[in-house]
């Protein structure tokens, strides 16, 4: 059974930095051809993805965010994590895990609301 | 950037009808994803590579198209479709969403 759980500190002030977890079960991120990705949704808006971690640690983001995204992996852990650096009232979402089979988003997490003010 | 148009933006079915959703993608894509959302819930796969059933995802809903234009359809509208339907290339990054349809029960 595959699941996912993303964490993360709730509320933070801009310019800080966002951490968020990814803890999943019943894969592995060292299988070929897995991956994990994050993608966000604001309140009452639509689906942004944000980036891909792959289980050769190839990596890709979303280049309107770039600059501020850092995407890792803890493969004996089976946690994946995104950073945000200088973070605003934009970046206030709900922010989603999900596992890439192939190439695909198969499996979603619950989500976890993040909200950014000062 | 490849754009995804999704349409309608909104609509409404009756019990038994069908229903079908469109998405138009700025440039030539291989695929297009379906996914469902529900309330504040986490989206749901329904289609992968264009018209294949996610495992669990009833019969009655399919997934058509090629190039630039797809669709979903719901064969016969049953109250559990009311949702936001996505749709999702992973064809070049950005990967792209479309903004949704919103289904709702007549």
């Known amino acids: 059974q595959v699941t996912l759980k993303e964490s993360g500190p709730g509320i933070l002030q801009p310019s800080q930095t966002l951490s968020l977890t990814c803890t999943f079960s019943?894969?592995?991120?060292?299988?070929?051809?897995?991956?994990v990705g994050w993608i966000r949704q604001p309140s009452g808006k639509g689906l942004e993805w944000l980036a891909n971690i792959w289980w050769d640690d190839d990596k890709y983001y979303n280049p309107s965010l770039k600059n501020r995204l850092t995407i890792s992996k803890d493969t004996s852990n089976n946690q994946a994590f995104l950073k945000i650096t200088n973070v605003d009232t934009a970046d206030t979402a709900t922010y989603y895990c999900?596992?890439?089979?192939?190439?695909?988003?198969?499996?979603w997490g619950q989500g976890v609301m993040v909200t950014v003010s000062s | 950037e490849i754009v995804l148009t999704q349409s309608p933006t909104t609509m409404a079915a009756s019990p038994g009808e069908k229903v079908t959703l469109t998405c138009l993608a700025s440039?030539?894509?291989?695929?297009i994803y379906w996914y469902q959302q529900k309330s504040s819930a986490s989206p749901k796969l329904l289609i992968y590579?264009?018209?294949s059933l996610a495992s669990g995802v009833p019969d009655r809903f399919s997934g058509s198209g090629s190039g630039t234009s797809y669709s979903l359809t719901i064969s016969s509208m049953e109250a559990e479709d009311a949702a936001i339907y996505y749709c999702l290339q992973l064809t070049s990054t950005p990967y792209t969403f479309g903004a949704g349809t919103k289904l709702e029960l007549k």
């Open positions: 590579y264009t018209s």
């Open positions: 440039s030539s894509v291989n695929y």
């Open positions: 999900a596992r890439i089979t192939t190439d695909y988003f198969d499996y």
């Open positions: 019943g894969f592995s991120l060292s299988t070929y051809g897995m991956g």
